[in-house]
């Protein structure tokens, strides 16, 4: 769980500034759109797969 504690003379615009950039930091927001709907694991797997190939290309052709 993310949590900011306010410093001496931090306004409260600063503390929530600091708590974005904390939640981004653990991956919070991507968490939240990932879960926002359900994926049945065969779905999940598609994906994960299709991933691996794009980023595998990608290596591929960087190597020339």
């Known amino acids: ?3 900011v504690k306010i410093r001496d ?3 409260i615009d600063e503390a929530l500034k600091r708590f974005k950039k904390e939640c981004e930091k ?3 927001m991507t968490e939240i759109k990932k879960r926002e709907y359900y994926e ?3 779905v999940r797997r598609r994906k994960k797969q299709k991933e ?5 290309r990608r ?3 960087k190597s020339y």
Do not use: F, I, L, N
């Not at 691996?52 to 595998?56: C, F, H, L, V, Y």
């Open 1 to 3: 769980m993310t949590g």
């Open 9 to 11: 003379h931090e306004t």
């Open 26 to 28: 653990d991956g919070v």
């Open 40 to 42: 049945s694991p065969g």
């Open 52 to 56: 691996a190939d794009r980023k595998r």
């Open 59 to 61: 290596r591929e052709r």
